[in-house]
């Protein structure tokens, strides 16, 4: 699936979808660096795209929350 994500980015690279399809698979990944580069190329892309800023917003808060997690369990 991500060989499939980036050769569509490569054909079409205005193609904001392709992105965020790539950006959840980083995610589930455990790659979110990469998952974030997505997101924000995708809202690059389309600003008003809801699905990147919710993908975006949910990075961000799993983020805090492990972090928060790790720290609680130190």
């Given at each position: 699936a991500l060989a499939?994500?980036?050769?569509?980015?490569?054909?079409?690279?205005?193609?904001?979808?392709?992105?965020?399809n790539r950006g959840n698979l980083y995610?589930?990944?455990?790659?979110p660096s990469l998952?974030?580069?997505?997101?924000?190329k995708?809202?690059?892309l389309n600003p008003s795209s809801a699905l990147?800023?919710?993908n975006?917003?949910?990075?961000r808060w799993d983020e805090e929350h492990h972090y928060?997690?790790?720290l609680t369990n130190y």
């Open positions: 499939a994500c980036s050769q569509a980015i490569a054909l079409t690279p205005a193609r904001e979808g392709a992105y965020v995610a589930k990944m455990g790659k998952a974030r580069a997505d997101y924000a995708a809202k690059e990147a800023e919710r975006l917003s949910a990075l928060v997690a790790l």
